[in-house]
Structures are given as C-alpha cells and as structure tokens.
C-alpha cells in the first residue's frame, strides 16, 4: 500500500475520530481503502464498520461483507469472540429472522461460543414468532433443539414443554402453518401414539382458528411479493396488522417493519419516508407508557435520513438529547437542509428550550436566547417562509418569557422585509391589540404604513377592510374619514399602474411580428381534465384527482359573476382544478375544486370576503356526489338525467373514459348539495329499470368516496374484451381434468372456463393433449399468472403465453359499415349501438376506439349505412357533434396510433364531404 494511501487512511481515522463522524462518504472511503488489502487490515476494517454502524443503518451488504471479514480472521478463539459481537450489536438494531437464525445456529453448533442457548431461544421466538414469512426458520431451529435434547434424555417434563411449543406455534399465523400442524402431527405420531387421537383434536381446534386468518396475510404477501419496493404497499400492510393486533400488541408491527428495512435496500430513500412516519404514528398510539421503544425508533429513523431535519424533530420532541443537536450542528441543516424541513426541527428546538428554561437555569435559558436570535435571523433575512412560523412561535416565547422588547423588535424586522405581505401586516396587528401595549393612535398608524406598501387590490382589500372596522370601534369618525381617503388614494395609484401595465403589454404584443399559425387541433377543457387524470406520479408520490373532497360551494354571488371573477379571488389558495359557476333558480353559486387538501383550507378563510361589493359565503362541498352503477348499458346521460333530476339540482353528469379499453357501465352525478345527493341514495339505490329488450337492471346508488374507488375500479377489467383475457397453457399433464387445472389456477384469481382442445389423436385414458385455453375473470388475474417466472405443476413446468385477440375491423363488411370520428370519449359501445339503432337502423355491431376518439359501425342493411351520412351529419352524442366518414379512413387511423405518436388526427374533409353510399359507389364501380 502506497505510503501517499497510508496516509489518508491515518487522516480519516483522525477525523471520524473526531468532526467528521456525520460524514457517511468519509466512513464508506475509510472502509473501501483498507478493504484493498482486507486480509492484513481486517481488525481495522471490523472496527471501522463498527464506528460506522454507530452514526448510521447498515445496509443487509454490509453486514453480509462484515460476517465475510470476521470469517477471514485465522485465530479461533478470536474470530469467535468477534462473532458473538456482532450478532449481539446487529441484534441490538435488527432483531429479525435473517441474523437471530445465524446467531442460534452458531451458538448450537459451536459449545465454545460460551451462550447459554435456551434464553437465545426464547428471546428469539418472542421477536420473530410474528414474522409471517419467515417465522418458521426460527421455530425449526427451537424445536429441533429442544427434541434433540428429548432423544438424548427422555423426560414427560421434556416432552410437555416440547408439546407446549408446538401448540403455541399453531397460534400464530404465518406462511408454513400447514406445515407446522403436520411437524406437530409426526411429533405425536413418534412420541405419544397412544393419545394420538386427543392431542390432534386439540390441534385442530386452534389450527383451524388461526388458518382462518392467512387469506388476510396473504393477500399482502402475494402483492408485495410481485412489487417489493412499493413503500404505499407496505404501508397499508402496517396499517392493516396494527388495525387488527391482539390487545394492543405492536410485535406484530415493529416485526413487518424490522423485516423491511433489513431486507428491501429502498426503505432508507426519502421516498420511504412514509412508511417510518406510519410505523412511528402507530408506536405513539399504540405505546402511550413506555418511551424506550419510541427512542430506539427515532434513532434508525435519524440514522437512515441523517439529513433530513424532520427526523430529528420527532427525537427532539421527546428527549433532550444534546447529541442529536450535535448532530444537526455537525451537519449544517440550518442552512444546507429545505428550509420547509429545518423549520419542523427549529420549532421542535425552541419548544424543547423553552420548557427546559423554565426552571430559570441561566445557561439553559441563555442558550435558548442564542438560538432565538440565531433562528430569527435565519428566517427573516435566509428565508421567506408565507407562513413565518419559526418568527412567530420565537415572539410568543419572548412574550411569555417577559420580553416585549425583543418580541417587538423581531416583529418590526418582519414587517421590514416582509411589507408586501399583507398577512405579516395582520398579524402586527394582533400582536399589538393582544398585548395592549400601545394606543389607538399607534395602531392606526399601523394600518396607515401597511397601506403604502399595498401594491395589488387584494392586498388593499385585506388591510383595509380591519383598519376600518377598527376606526369604527376604537376612533371616531373624522379618523375612520380618514382612512378611507388614504385607501382610496393608494387604490387609485394601484389602478394607474395596473393601467399602465396593461397598456404596455398591449404595446409590446402589437409590435410582436406576426408568426403564421401551426394547425394544431386543440383539446377541449373536459379533455384535459380527462388526461390530468390519468396522469400519475412515481410509487412514492401519487397524487389523485378528488372532486368529492377537495371542492367548496361559494354562494350570494352577482348575477352577471365570471370565471375570471373568482379566480381572482381564489388562486392564492392553491391550484384550481376547475371552476363551475352554476345559475340555479336565478340564485348563482359556485363549485371551485382544489388539487389538494391545502387549496380548501385556504379557501374556506375567504368567507365572509367581498366580491363585487357583495359579502359572499365559503363553505366544504361534502359527500354532493354520487356513484351510480349497474343502469342500462345503453343509457346516455339524458336518460341518466331524467331519473335524478328528481331530488334536486344535478351540476353535472360525468362518464369514464373508455380509453383503457375496458367498457365502464358507471358514472358520477353532482348535485349542489350533500342533502340531495343523500335523497338520491335514499330514493333511487336498487330501484329497477328496464332497457328496450325489457330486461331488468337494478341500479346501484352510493355516495362517492375516492378511498374506495381504487379497490371499486379493480374489479372493472372483469369487462375487459374476452380475447384480452385468455391464455393458451401448454406442457400440461395429459391426466389433468379441467376442474384440477381450474383449482390450481383459481389460486392467482377466479377462472371463467378451461376448454381442452378436442384432437383425433388423444391417447387413450388420456383427459387433453397436453393443452388448454383459459379464460379468466378479469385481466389482473391474467397479468398476475403470465408474470411467474416459471409455473410448476404436478412436475410439470407449464408453458404460458397470451392468446393474442384477432383484430376483427377487417372483418367489418366494406358496404355496410361506416366510421365515426369526433366521438365522445365517455361513450361506450352499447350507448353508441343504441344511438345509430334509435336514429338510422338495426346495427349488426359496433367498435370503439376511444384513444382515437373513433368507431365502427356496421349495419344489417347496406342501405343504412349510406343514409347514415345525410342523416347524422353534425349529429350530437354525449358532449360532442360526431364525423361520419368510411370504415377505411378509421382502421388507416388506428393503424397509424400503432406505429406512432397519434396528434388528433382527423380524415381530410374531402374524404367525408363527399362520402358516397355504398350502394352508389358499388354501381359506379
């Protein structure tokens, strides 16, 4: 090793001695140095993964590379004791099944690791018996154990205490509990034959009990099996054992998430932060006494995301620990950190200070004093926080401590740099009435200043409309005269500049020279809102359009009220996903849905403001809409209409998009109010009506929840087109019958219907030839099965490949079909047939194709389909006035979205313009 090599090792040893202990990239480049020449260094590089191991989570690598190292030491006895070490210390942060089985097997096969094994086993099957997946590893080991014992020294105490372990086994569930009943079953076959019969129906009783519980574990297992690093999947798993925990135990818990983070190397990404949030919410509710557990948990939490301040926020809450402090020191987060994260932890900070200070311990409260002034600064002069939570939170501190001084400085610095917020001009004004330590006159005053830095009419609006309910109430009336001649006046400077502002922006876009226009055929706004939808964010970030639960209702508004009107207003709450203005009994009021929870609660602080001189009113729009399924699929939204209209005002009507080629007989109705969307449950839930073949449908009616559309929706592709739901199985064995390849299927998701293959050639007392087609109930099912890597049955590794569905546009007859372009993109096939049914003729049948917003038509009569292009020119179906044009035109169309990006393509109009019936062009052909 280079001597320049040797001394940069020397040089890390010394800081991560010392001020670079924080510094992962430091520790990791001390250990890849010495592991250049890792037989020599291997008591250094053992002892710098301790150091590390300190500061830090290891990942499941480095302990395998740290068991790897203690395995090259030569000497016995020390690569015994350094064993033992290291089982203890990963012990101590990981209890899990991976390294407590290590640790037993070492200490069963090794007598000179010097540790007793009983205790070892009993620790371990307290942590690890709630380990679903892996439990049984530890519980073979115990019971081989302990049954050795038994064959080397028979005792009845032995074998009692063995039959108590194995009973107790059988009440946990986890993934081997069929083979657990039957280990107990071979147990008493070998050593109590006689009572055979009374100890397997002790057995049973409890194995019964618990079997009942695995469908509930397994339905997260087999997901979470087929996507391992979806933190939301583990999450709702956590979720869901700590709903159902015995008593409060929270075992069950911190065994799933020790599993995690042992084992899935993503949960100490930020994106996982999620799951150690839930997992903590679910220790503070769970374990209200005890707060050790709590503390060994915020310590991985802080040691995964060193660098993130929040974690050290819920550490600091709770103890007064300095060297976490150190820590976030050490690290620079004041300054290097999100200063929305820092905040989290300043606030924690100052709040721990000032209960510790109120002992008047004078170090104590000199500290909290330097670190007042030092977060103060930092927020004020580094930052511009809209909230100024760390500057208002160190005035209240002040303020309690008797500090007015201080708490009126550090409130005039924030109304110097933060005058063009009329909230920072607010809140100065509640800190002086509240402490009452000025006059009347210094307040008004107050307002006066605030006014001068008004530079937009909302600011304006918000100060002035408490300076003047306060000259009203405190002054008389030549002050509040007043104030309203200084609004007035900056009201008018701010028009001129609007003015001014606006006329040069008129000046500049005529002197833009004019660029000839690209034809780009524009989307309509429902469209947009309908790939707004669609679009989703990565696994760990996933945002959903709500229109149920982020919408308010804004009433006594102006009849002559605009879009533009309430966005004003409204845009400094969050962004608006759509605004609907709504003129019901010449009474107008809106609906203004949010993208997210924070847009409404900004929102509902608009009530009681002015628009338009008219006080208007803010209030959550709440369980207003409703899910109706299971209607007629021939229904549209004005047969729809006619049945709900009943209750109360319907705002809208929305279908799906039949995009994902799945045809959705359900749809969402918006009525103004919750009470009318409850009467609508109340009236029209299981009424029954009849489509024009007079079958019956029994419609369905619920308020709509988002919580629960996913796991709704999930069962939608059960409508998916049958060909897209079959699988042709092959390698089969020739003995199989339908019914035992059905069962063995139905395991992956319901079977619709196993056909064999009839052939001249099948052998005698043969039930298939070695193939099957299987159709199933919905296309999870489907994808689930084809993405097993190898499927083994009776012996048999089975062949599985999709039946790829026959394109059968081409199969739609030339003369007496048409196509259809521009169509709504909610329309599904049935509601379409009914359409061309009720306005041209019979119509054989009909395919759509949504991401073209096109279809096919075919009638029985060649006739039809040439009248159908006079009769329905221009003819509206759901929100759109359909094209009719040739078979062709459409499946070139579609053909061209499958070889490449598809921009609205339309057929050229002198293709459908001059659209000639079939029966002509035949006869001039």
Same mark, same amino acid.
């Given at each position: 090793?280079?001597?320049?090599?040797?001394?940069?090792?020397?040089?890390?040893?010394?800081?991560?001695?010392?001020?670079?202990?924080?510094?992962?990239?430091?520790?990791?480049?001390?250990?890849?140095?010495?592991?250049?020449?890792?037989?020599?260094?291997?008591?250094?590089?053992?002892?710098?993964?301790?150091?590390?191991?300190?500061?830090?989570?290891?990942?499941?690598?480095?302990?395998?590379? #740290?068991?790897?190292?203690?395995?090259?030491?030569?000497?016995?006895?020390?690569?015994?004791?350094?064993?033992?070490?290291?089982?203890?210390?990963?012990?101590?942060?990981?209890?899990?099944?991976?390294? #407590?089985?290590?640790?037993?097997? &070492?200490?069963?096969?090794?007598?000179?690791?010097?540790?007793? !094994?009983?205790?070892?086993?009993?620790?371990?099957?307290?942590?690890?018996?709630?380990?679903?997946?892996?439990?049984?590893?530890?519980?073979?080991?115990?019971?081989?154990?302990?049954?050795?014992?038994?064959?080397?020294?028979?005792?009845?105490?032995?074998?009692?205490?063995?039959?108590?372990?194995?009973?107790?086994?059988?009440?946990?569930?986890?993934?081997?509990?069929?083979?657990?009943?039957?280990?107990?079953?071979?147990?008493?076959?070998?050593?109590?034959?006689?009572?055979? *019969?009374?100890?397997?129906?002790?057995?049973?009783?409890? /194995?019964?009990?618990?079997?009942?519980?695995?469908?509930?574990?397994?339905?997260?297992?087999?997901?979470?099996?087929?996507?391992?690093?979806?933190?939301?999947? #583990?999450?709702?798993?956590?979720?869901?054992?700590?709903?159902?925990?015995?008593?409060?135990?929270?075992?069950?818990?911190?065994?799933? &998430?020790?599993?995690?983070?042992?084992?899935?190397?993503?949960?100490?990404?930020?994106?996982?932060?999620?799951? #150690?949030?839930?997992?903590?919410?679910?220790?503070?509710?769970?374990?209200?006494?005890?707060?050790?557990?709590?503390?060994?948990?915020?310590?991985? /939490?802080?040691?995964?995301?060193?660098?993130?301040?929040?974690?050290?926020?819920?550490?600091?809450?709770?103890?007064?620990?300095?060297?976490?402090?150190?820590?976030?020191?050490?690290?620079?987060?004041?300054?290097?950190?999100?200063?929305?994260?820092?905040?989290?932890?300043?606030?924690?900070?100052?709040?721990?200070?000032?209960?510790?200070?109120?002992?008047?311990?004078?170090?104590?409260?000199?500290?909290?004093?330097?670190?007042?002034?030092?977060?103060?600064?930092?927020?004020?002069?580094?930052?511009?926080?809209?909230?100024?939570?760390?500057?208002?939170?160190?005035?209240?501190? &002040?303020?309690e401590l008797g500090d007015y001084e201080n708490a009126e400085n550090w409130l005039e610095q924030m109304l110097e740099k933060f005058g063009d917020q009329h909230e920072v001009w607010l809140y100065a004004y509640e800190f002086y009435k509240k402490n009452k330590k000025v006059d009347n006159d210094f307040i008004s005053t107050l307002f006066s200043r605030a006014v001068t830095f008004a530079k937009s009419q909302d600011f304006l609006e918000a100060i002035s409309n408490e300076w003047l309910i306060f000259e009203s109430v405190h002054n008389g009336k030549i002050s509040y005269t007043s104030a309203m001649i200084e609004i007035n006046k900056q009201r008018n400077i701010i028009r001129k500049k609007d003015l001014e502002a606006s006329v040069a922006e008129e000046k500049s876009t005529k002197e833009k020279p004019v660029i000839e226009p690209k034809l780009v055929v524009s989307e309509t706004k429902k469209r947009k809102l309908e790939e707004k939808e669609k679009?989703?964010?990565?696994?760990?970030?996933?945002?959903?359009?709500?229109?149920?639960?982020?919408?308010?209702?804004?009433?006594?508004?102006?009849?002559?009220?605009?879009?533009?009107?309430?966005?004003?207003?409204?845009?400094?709450?969050?962004?608006?996903?759509?605004?609907?203005?709504?003129?019901?009994?010449?009474?107008?009021?809106?609906?203004?849905?949010?993208?997210?929870?924070?847009?409404?609660?900004?929102?509902?602080?608009?009530?009681?403001?002015?628009?338009?001189?008219?006080?208007?009113? !803010?209030?959550?729009?709440?369980?207003?809409?409703?899910?109706?399924?299971?209607?007629?699929?021939?229904?549209?939204?004005?047969?729809?209409?006619?049945?709900?209209?009943?209750?109360?005002?319907?705002?809208?009507?929305?279908?799906?998009?039949?995009?994902?080629?799945?045809?959705?007989?359900?749809?969402?109705?918006?009525?103004?109010?919750?009470?009318?969307?409850?009467?609508?449950?109340?009236?029209?839930?299981?009424?029954?009506?009849?489509?024009?073949?007079?079958?019956?449908?029994?419609?369905?009616?619920?308020?709509?929840?988002?919580?629960?559309?996913?796991?709704?929706?999930?069962?939608?592709?059960?409508? $998916?087109?049958?060909?897209?739901?079959?699988?042709?199985?092959?390698?089969?064995?020739?003995?199989?019958? @339908?019914?035992?390849?059905?069962?063995?299927? *139905?395991?992956?998701?319901?079977?619709?219907?196993?056909?064999?293959?009839?052939?001249?050639?099948?052998?005698?007392?043969?039930?298939?030839?070695?193939?099957? !087609?299987?159709?199933?109930?919905?296309?999870?099912?489907?994808?689930?099965?084809? @993405?097993?890597?190898?499927?083994?049955?009776?012996?048999?590794?089975?062949?599985?490949?999709?039946?790829?569905?026959?394109?059968? !546009?081409?199969?739609?007859?030339?003369?007496?079909?048409?196509?259809? &372009?521009?169509?709504?993109?909610?329309?599904?096939?049935?509601?379409?047939?009914?359409?061309?049914?009720?306005?041209?003729?019979?119509?054989?049948?009909?395919?759509? /194709?949504?991401?073209?917003?096109?279809?096919? $038509?075919?009638?029985?009569?060649?006739?039809?389909?040439?009248?159908?292009?006079?009769?329905?020119?221009?003819?509206?179906?759901?929100?759109?006035?359909?094209?009719?044009?040739?078979?062709?035109?459409?499946?070139?169309?579609?053909?061209?979205?499958?070889?490449?990006?598809?921009?609205?393509?339309?057929?050229?109009?002198?293709?459908?313009?001059?659209?000639?019936?079939?029966?002509? $062009?035949?006869?001039?052909?």
């Open positions: 090793m280079s001597n320049n090599m040797d001394e940069e090792i020397k040089t890390l040893k010394n800081e991560l001695f010392d001020y670079e202990k924080f510094n992962v990239d430091k520790h990791d480049r001390l250990i890849s140095l010495l592991s250049l020449n890792r037989r020599q260094n291997i008591q250094s590089i053992i002892a710098a993964r301790k150091i590390k191991k300190l500061y830090f989570i290891l990942s499941p690598r480095e302990y395998s590379d #740290w068991l790897e190292d203690i395995n090259l030491i030569d000497d016995y006895w020390v690569k015994i004791d350094q064993l033992k070490e290291f089982y203890f210390q990963v012990l101590n942060d990981h209890p899990v099944v991976t390294y #407590w089985s290590g640790f037993l097997k &070492f200490i069963i096969s090794d007598s000179n690791a010097g540790v007793e !094994v009983p205790p070892q086993l009993a620790q371990a099957l307290k942590v690890c018996s709630f380990d679903y997946k892996d439990s049984h590893i530890i519980w073979d080991i115990a019971l081989e154990y302990y049954i050795n014992n038994l064959e080397e020294e028979s005792s009845p105490e032995k074998f009692d205490m063995i039959l108590k372990l194995q009973l107790k086994r059988l009440t946990y569930p986890h993934a081997e509990l069929d083979k657990s009943f039957a280990s107990f079953s071979a147990f008493i076959s070998k050593y109590d034959l006689n009572n055979y *019969g009374e100890h397997m129906v002790a057995a049973n009783k409890i /194995f019964s009990e618990t079997k009942k519980q695995l469908p509930y574990y397994d339905k997260f297992e087999l997901h979470l099996s087929q996507h391992p690093v979806s933190s939301h999947g #583990w999450i709702t798993y956590l979720e869901s054992i700590a709903k159902y925990s015995r008593d409060g135990d929270i075992r069950s818990v911190l065994a799933l &998430f020790e599993r995690v983070i042992s084992s899935v190397k993503e949960s100490t990404k930020k994106s996982w932060m999620g799951f #150690w949030y839930q997992c903590l919410y679910i220790l503070y509710e769970k374990n209200t006494e005890d707060n050790s557990m709590i503390e060994q948990f915020l310590i991985k /939490f802080i040691k995964a995301f060193p660098n993130d301040p929040r974690t050290y926020a819920e550490h600091i809450r709770l103890t007064e620990s300095q060297e976490v402090l150190s820590r976030m020191d050490a690290l620079d987060l004041i300054n290097k950190a999100d200063y929305n994260h820092w905040k989290v932890a300043g606030e924690a900070i100052l709040s721990q200070e000032f209960r510790a200070a109120k002992d008047a311990d004078e170090n104590k409260i000199t500290l909290l004093y330097m670190d007042l002034m030092k977060f103060c600064q930092h927020a004020i002069y580094s930052n511009n926080d809209k909230s100024h939570s760390i500057e208002k939170l160190s005035i209240e501190i &002040f303020l679009q989703v964010d990565s696994d760990d970030n996933e945002i959903k359009r709500s229109r149920e639960n982020f919408s308010v209702k804004v009433t006594n508004l102006t009849d002559h009220v605009q879009e533009k009107d309430l966005t004003a207003i409204f845009e400094d709450c969050g962004d608006i996903n759509e605004i609907q203005i709504v003129h019901n009994n010449h009474q107008p009021y809106a609906i203004i849905e949010f993208v997210n929870e924070r847009g409404v609660l900004a929102a509902l602080s608009k009530n009681l403001k002015k628009l338009h001189d008219q006080t208007i009113s !803010v209030v959550r729009q709440e369980e207003a809409t409703i899910f109706v399924s299971n209607f007629p699929p021939t229904y549209s939204k004005d047969q729809i209409l006619t049945i709900f209209q009943g209750v109360g005002h319907v705002i809208n009507i929305r279908f799906p998009s039949q995009i994902p080629q799945k045809t959705k007989r359900f749809c969402f109705i918006q009525y103004d109010s919750s009470e009318s969307a409850k009467k609508a449950v109340l009236s029209y839930n299981n009424i029954v009506v009849k489509d024009k073949s007079k079958r019956d449908y029994s419609i369905k009616v619920v308020i709509s929840n988002p919580e629960k559309k996913s796991t709704s929706n999930s069962n939608l592709n059960r409508d $998916a087109p049958m060909g897209d739901r079959k699988i042709r199985v092959q390698n089969i064995p020739t003995s199989c019958t @339908e019914n035992e390849l059905g069962n063995f299927l *139905g395991q992956y998701g319901e079977v619709e219907s196993i056909v064999f293959p009839r052939s001249n050639r099948r052998r005698d007392g043969s039930n298939n030839d070695g193939l099957a !087609v299987v159709l199933f109930k919905s296309l999870d099912t489907l994808n689930r099965v084809c @993405e097993i890597p190898s499927l083994l049955y009776q012996g048999h590794h089975l062949v599985i490949t999709r039946v790829k569905p026959l394109d059968e !546009v081409y199969d739609y007859d030339d003369q007496a079909s048409i196509g259809v &372009f521009n169509l709504d993109r909610t329309i599904s096939g049935p509601q379409l047939k009914a359409f061309l049914q009720d306005n041209v003729g019979s119509v054989k049948r009909v395919s759509i /194709f949504p991401e073209i917003g096109a279809a096919l $038509a075919e009638f029985y009569n060649v006739a039809d389909a040439g009248r159908a292009n006079m009769i329905l020119t221009n003819a509206r179906i759901g929100d759109n006035h359909i094209t009719i044009t040739t078979k062709h035109e459409v499946v070139n169309s579609r053909n061209r979205v499958k070889q490449g990006p598809y921009n609205n393509y339309r057929p050229s109009p002198s293709r459908y313009d001059s659209f000639v019936p079939a029966s002509v $062009a035949r006869r001039r052909r």
